[in-house]
């Protein structure tokens, strides 16, 4: 298996970094291939802009970024740093995401790598989304950390339910270009539960990590559970992190 693990923090000592770490090294001991993007390290431009597209544009005066992406993938003329992270998506068969949670959500570098790598025509077009994404028949998990603790991400925290606030990684960007979804794994801040408590999340994560590939996927909703006006149908009861039935 080809794994590409997509690491998103500014400090290579940090426990983000010793979980990208546990990962390759129980991830190659295992057979796989790995790949790391260290999108720190490589310097990552996150900002989209004209820069992004090589070629002759569809319109030099107004920037509309899914019509420059759609001509710039299709005529090969996208930017060489998004092709190389493109390359390493189309080999991959299992993605990980390994950011800190900042602000519920992730890193800006890491937002900006999606916007720019996951371009329109590569990673979505018209009618390929979710159950007929681009991606289908790859696998995507969020490894991260959090500054509080477990029962703050709890269905009744205060900081809400971990699996809604993961939601737009989950749902808007991994399933909504073909992944199959893996439940995420979290480390409730690290910083806060001592040596041994940081250890025993490593412990976790290789044992995660080696039983990845018999792991099910989070559910989502299948197409036929849909509407044409892409609402769940009646009778359809919701079963996902974040949408209820009214």
Excluded: C
């Amino acid at each position: 298996m080809n794994v590409l693990i997509v690491y998103a923090h500014p400090e290579s000592r940090s426990f983000n970094g010793a979980m990208k770490d546990a990962a390759a090294v129980t991830l190659r001991s295992l057979g796989h291939e790995v790949t790391v993007s260290d999108l720190y390290a490589m310097a990552f431009d996150p900002v989209v802009g004209a820069g992004d597209f090589t070629g002759e544009r569809v319109d030099g005066d107004f920037l509309s970024v899914a019509r420059e992406q759609t001509r710039a993938y299709e005529s090969n003329t996208l930017a060489a740093d998004i092709v190389a992270e493109q390359h390493k998506l189309e080999r991959a068969d299992l993605v990980i995401l390994q950011f800190p949670m900042w602000w519920f959500g992730v890193p800006a570098i890491l937002k900006g790598w999606a916007d720019r790598v996951f371009a329109r025509g590569f990673a979505y077009a018209s009618g390929r989304k979710y159950d007929t994404g681009m991606f289908r028949g790859k696998t995507a998990m969020v490894a991260t950390t959090t500054g509080t603790s477990a029962d703050t991400y709890a269905p009744d925290g205060v900081d809400g339910d971990i699996l809604a606030v993961l939601w737009p990684v989950h749902n808007g960007l991994l399933r909504y270009t073909g992944f199959d979804v893996l439940p995420p794994f979290v480390a409730y801040m690290p910083g806060r539960v001592g040596q041994a408590g940081r250890e025993a999340y490593l412990d976790d994560y290789r044992l995660r990590l080696r039983n990845v590939t018999r792991t099910p996927p989070l559910f989502f909703h299948p197409a036929e559970d849909y509407g044409p006006n892409e609402r769940l149908k009646p009778g359809v009861k919701a079963r996902s992190a974040v949408q209820r039935n009214f």
